[in-house]
């Protein structure tokens, strides 16, 4: 970001939150004057997403009652016109696309926009009105033209935000940090009700509604988080690129298979868990800024795809859920399931394993980072070698299927290859090789392991975990919540573990607890 445009967006007030919109500036579509709405619909505020060089995603959702048990906000039973905006300035005075959308009630009075005809590598700022009405302004960008190197792109990324285990201070530090892109990796909601996960002292905050297996519900759920303003804060910031993991659905699902698998009516038959999973996903996609190409088909959704980031870094966005294989041996850790080492074994699925190492063979990008939600790394709690002890949900479950991954991008020449995590609510560095039980096998990639933004309360602050060991390829480990910040050019990323002292109380300051970078073309972390 320039400094001219930064000094104008702070001084609209997002240094410290949400851009202030101007109600008396005018927004010249009438057909949203008449929205007849008393009180402000904008409580969930607004979200962009999906970069690509000549436009993005922008998104909002009207409520005037978030947490309405009927999962429509409280609103008529009536679409609502909704004008929007989009300006190259902060003030929204350089006004270079409107238009008008409706919020329909089939969708949860939802607006997705995808713009198109903007110039690369821009930032932009964009607003939403109805009737009297005005959101906030949010900032966003386009991603550079296919053929440029950017000097430096900003990344953030984060996952695990469990409302009842915490204050969501970790988003509003992370927007004050301001990133250029946001990556959210999973498990951006929980789907259990009041009092179901607890954490040691009692959680701080309740979630609204029975656990989620409706569309009410989940819809109900969702507008609780978005609620918060800390959450507000960080979408309204910069544009995101979201993936699910198994909270927004059912804890550890695994394509069609429930957490709790019974003809008890009290756990999931397939078609149940079919029926959750459809609305799951309408929910999802209603809630998110995300393309009109990932709308949901019934039980069925794609979330995975590439976003090109010029010449600088691809971002393949993937999931580990709606694809994979049951997880062996009742999803936990156990020792020698020799099963995991199958070659047929799959956490992607073979339509998308296709498509990532297609797009590894075709990529000319500087980086090529994996966006995905589960440990990839191996990860053996057992010391002795005639043992191992690992999780039949990460990676280590699919042995096979992570080793196709790891050579398919070294067979592809892929320049600098990073697998980005979630899901573990601690915080990892890994190196990554094709073959963990050869010490000479060489190192070929990292991985970095985001914490959670609350998920599991407050943390211990420790920094060493003792199978850190026996596997050395894990170079660091700590139990502090919070995100991780990056820098990437084409000479080095470099990433910033950024943690909160406290999350059970709101207002923790941040700090950076430790720093890596991987050279260009040199695999392997530096730094700790």
């Avoid at 000549?54 to 429509?72: H, K, M, N, S, Y």
């Avoid at 694809?323 to 936990?332: E, F, S």
């Avoid at 919070?482 to 909160?500: P, Q």
């Amino acid at each position: 970001m320039d400094n001219i445009s930064r000094r104008s967006l702070l001084s609209a007030g997002l240094g410290a939150g949400l851009v202030a919109a101007w109600p008396g500036a005018a927004v010249a579509v009438s057909t949203a004057d008449d929205a007849g709405l008393r009180t402000d619909p904008f409580l969930l505020g607004i979200a962009s997403g999906e970069p690509w060089p000549d436009g993005f995603v922008i998104w909002t959702r009207l409520a005037l009652d978030p947490i309405a048990e009927d999962g429509l906000g409280g609103m008529p039973s009536r679409n609502v016109a909704v004008a929007w905006e989009v300006a190259e300035d902060a003030n929204m005075r350089k006004v270079v696309a409107r238009g008008v959308e409706p919020a329909r009630i089939e969708t949860a009075h939802s607006v997705h926009v995808e713009l198109r005809g903007l110039r690369p590598g821009r930032e932009y700022f964009y607003r939403f009105r109805t009737g009297k009405h005005v959101s906030v302004v949010g900032r966003t960008l386009t991603s550079p033209a296919p053929h440029e190197t950017p000097a430096a792109l900003a990344m953030a990324f984060a996952s695990c935000s469990q409302y009842e285990h915490g204050y969501f201070t970790a988003y509003s530090r992370l927007a004050q940090d301001h990133p250029d892109l946001v990556l959210h990796l999973g498990d951006y909601l929980y789907e259990y009700k009041k009092e179901s996960y607890v954490i040691g002292g009692g959680n701080p905050r309740d979630h609204q509604g029975p656990e989620t297996t409706t569309l009410q519900g989940y819809r109900q759920r969702h507008a609780q988080y978005k609620s918060d303003a800390d959450l507000q804060a960080a979408h309204a910031i910069a544009p995101w690129l979201v993936v699910w993991d198994d909270h927004e659905v059912d804890n550890n699902w695994a394509d069609e298979v429930p957490e709790n698998k019974d003809a008890n009516q009290l756990n999931d038959t397939t078609e149940r868990f079919r029926q959750r999973r459809s609305a799951a996903f309408q929910a999802y996609y209603e809630n998110m800024p995300l393309r009109a190409s990932s709308v949901p088909a019934g039980f069925d959704m794609k979330i995975y795809r590439t976003i090109q980031w010029g010449q600088l870094a691809n971002f393949h966005m993937m999931d580990t859920r709606q694809y994979r294989d049951d997880q062996l041996a009742g999803d936990g850790w156990k020792k020698n399931v020799t099963e995991r080492l199958a070659e047929d074994r799959t956490i992607t699925g073979a339509e998308q394993e296709k498509w990532l190492l297609d797009g590894f063979r075709n990529s000319t990008q500087r980086w090529d980072i994996l966006g995905q939600q589960v440990f990839f790394a191996e990860k053996d709690r057992a010391q002795a070698p005639e043992i191992d002890d690992v999780s039949m949900d990460g990676w280590d479950g699919y042995a096979a299927s992570r080793r196709r991954i790891t050579q398919g991008w070294v067979d592809a020449n892929v320049r600098n290859a990073l697998v980005l995590t979630g899901d573990v609510h601690r915080n990892w560095a890994n190196d990554v090789r094709v073959d963990y039980k050869d010490p000479t096998s060489p190192v070929v990639g990292s991985e970095l392991v985001c914490t959670s933004i609350t998920s599991t309360g407050n943390g211990t602050g420790s920094t060493v975990d003792p199978v850190m060991a026996w596997n050395p390829h894990l170079k660091f480990y700590n139990d502090n919540r919070g995100y991780v910040n990056t820098r990437i050019t084409k000479d080095a990323l470099t990433a910033d573990f950024r943690v909160l002292d406290y999350v059970t109380t709101p207002g923790s300051p941040v700090s950076t607890l430790a720093s890596f970078a991987i050279q260009d073309s040199v695999p392997g972390l530096i730094g700790g």
